[in-house]
């Protein structure tokens, strides 16, 4: 069985046999609740520094992009641009339009006018994700899936009314829209057939954009080619298709390279790249990725040896991250990654502050030198956001042990910290069942004592631990190596029982025997980004306590092992709040 297929069955059973995991439809529409409430004026969950709009939904199906030439490295005045879906009359999904807003750092933000909104036949129902393009020149478009008067999904094209105006203020759509859509020749399934690519250059000419499908339930990314980017051609074939997975969402396809840790434009093929294929599944609401070889001959890609065993499941973040998107940012020579962070709270209480739905902060993403996973990492621009830091001396975090981390303000953090251990005599024997960490994590949470572990931090802390979130390690012995697990537990994170507490986990490939174990926090009113052994493994969790927010929220190291290990080094920032729309 290959790779996407044997990741459902794990997710599925956990959602059924372990608590409630709430997996929102990406496409569902609240109609008697568009325009219900204008918010609450209390908003202790509203974010500091990570992206979201003023009020009402948004969800992440990007058309986002940095200003680089397919042919070439290029800035365009100095401006990244953040389009997003947005409904402007309500916080659940329905009435969608591209929000449009602009920075020059990727932190701080200024919104503009709507981009991109119904107008036309070809997208009168709505205007869904897509992504954008630099043609030759520099010169910028927008694929998009808009939803015509028979509610079919087609794709259609926009360009800048004015390619001098550095902020892109007005987008004017082609008149031969839709260029892409289903007929009864193509056999496209019609309410499945959405989310273009950014578009690649071949060495013969001509353009490439996939879009993400299903024929039953198989999950396919259907590629199209054009000569001029208006008359597109759909191929014999898919790029990749694999059965059992359900519809395949916002698919990216992007090279990455395997000599350096600099990113790569969309367009760059050869043998010193190789392929990434990323599709978010509609059935699960995760993101999951494959590396491999892109073949431009056959125009066919094909994932490397090891993808169809099930522990070697990808995914970018392990935690409520989907819809991503990667862009090649050329002044700055890489890639960052974009995810939508959707909510843990009810659609009853979004619906009363007044807003839903949140922006990841920007990772930069590479290839690791082994060449078998990507590696990702807070972009670094949000590093001067940081003030107060507090630094700590080598310690020995002794089992049964809690320290409190002080000042820094715990709602609105950066925490680095890491972790080495030197006995591993009474590390637990991991069960060869044990192969999904979720599940594992969700049995054997922070409370559970063990003997590597759990140890870590204890974030949106109340001062006498009735609510907490836990981010830690245990570390277990399998038959020929140990094995490092890493967790997010939100089991006690909210006295407030109608939101999602759903524990994540993911196995993190390194040796705790000769690495040390580092873990880095993002803390943020409602969310913790956490990244394990230096961007290894990413895991991203909404939380929404009563009891521990703003000034009562208290940060804390803990071991609720038996063995001690120690903190090699801890360092934590406050951080400012950045100016966002």
Not at 169 to 180: G, T
Not at 197 to 224: E, F, M, N, P, V
Not at 232 to 244: C, N, R, T
Request: charged share 20%; glycine share 8%; net charge positive.
């Amino acid at each position: 069985m290959a790779f996407f297929s044997l990741w459902l069955l794990p997710i599925l059973t956990l959602c059924l046999s372990h608590g409630v995991l709430h997996l929102e439809a990406s496409h569902h529409v609240f109609e008697h609740l568009q325009t219900v409430s204008t918010g609450s004026t209390n908003q202790p969950y509203r974010t500091a520094y990570h992206f979201q709009p003023p009020k009402n939904w948004m969800n992440g199906q990007l058309g986002l992009f940095g200003f680089a030439d397919p042919n070439g490295p290029l800035t365009y005045k100095g401006f990244y641009h953040l389009f997003y879906q947005y409904n402007p009359k309500g916080a659940v999904w329905g009435n969608i339009v591209w929000a449009h807003s602009v920075s020059t750092d990727l932190v701080n933000w200024t919104p503009l006018d709507h981009a991109i909104y119904p107008s036309q036949p070809s997208d009168i129902n709505g205007c869904w994700s897509g992504s954008a393009t630099f043609l030759p020149g520099g010169k910028p478009v927008i694929l998009y899936t808009g939803i015509d008067p028979q509610n079919r999904q087609v794709q259609n094209l926009a360009k800048p009314k004015n390619v001098s105006d550095p902020l892109l203020r007005e987008w004017v759509k082609l008149p031969q829209n839709p260029l892409m859509a289903p007929t009864e020749s193509n056999k496209i399934n019609s309410s499945s057939f959405r989310d273009p690519t950014t578009a690649w250059l071949g060495h013969d000419g001509l353009w490439r954009a996939i879009i993400g499908s299903k024929r039953d339930r198989r999950g396919l990314a259907i590629l199209y080619r054009s000569k001029d980017f208006v008359n597109w051609v759909k191929a014999k074939h898919p790029l990749y298709s694999e059965k059992g997975t359900g519809m395949w969402e916002c698919p990216d396809f992007f090279p990455a390279s395997i000599k350096s840790s600099s990113g790569v434009d969309t367009s760059i093929d050869g043998p010193e790249v190789r392929h990434v294929l990323k599709v978010s599944l509609d059935d699960t609401k995760h993101d999951y990725y494959v590396i491999g070889t892109y073949s431009a001959s056959k125009d066919k890609f094909i994932p490397d040896k090891g993808f169809e065993d099930t522990n070697s499941v990808l995914r970018y973040d392990y935690g409520k991250f989907y819809a991503s998107k990667t862009f090649y940012d050329g002044p700055k020579n890489r890639r960052i990654l974009w995810g939508w962070i959707n909510e843990s709270s009810s659609v009853s209480d979004d619906i009363t502050k007044g807003w839903s739905g949140i922006q990841a902060i920007p990772r930069t993403i590479v290839l690791h030198k082994s060449g078998k996973q990507l590696v990702q990492w807070p972009i670094v621009e949000i590093e001067k956001l940081r003030t107060n830091q507090v630094n700590w001396p080598s310690k020995v975090l002794k089992g049964g042990s809690i320290l409190h981390v002080s000042g820094v303000s715990a709602a609105q953090a950066d925490v680095e910290v890491s972790f080495e251990v030197t006995k591993f005599e009474k590390a637990e024997v991991l069960d060869p069942s044990w192969t999904n960490p979720q599940l594992l994590c969700s049995r054997k949470e922070a409370s559970v004592k063990g003997g590597l572990g759990p140890f870590g931090l204890l974030v949106f802390a109340s001062v006498g631990l009735e609510e907490y979130t836990a981010v830690f390690f245990r570390i277990f012995k399998s038959k020929d190596k140990y094995v490092v697990l890493m967790c997010s537990d939100q089991s006690r994170s909210s006295l407030n029982k109608n939101n999602d507490r759903t524990t994540y986990g993911a196995f993190l490939d390194v040796d705790p025997v000769h690495e040390k174990l580092s873990l880095r926090s993002l803390i943020d009113h409602s969310i913790v980004e956490s990244f394990g052994g230096e961007g290894k493994a990413g895991i991203s969790a909404r939380v929404y306590p009563t009891l521990a927010i703003n000034d009562d929220t208290h940060l804390y190291a803990f071991n609720n092992g038996t063995s001690s290990v120690k903190i090699t080094s801890l360092r934590a920032w406050s951080l400012k709040k950045a100016h966002i729309n």
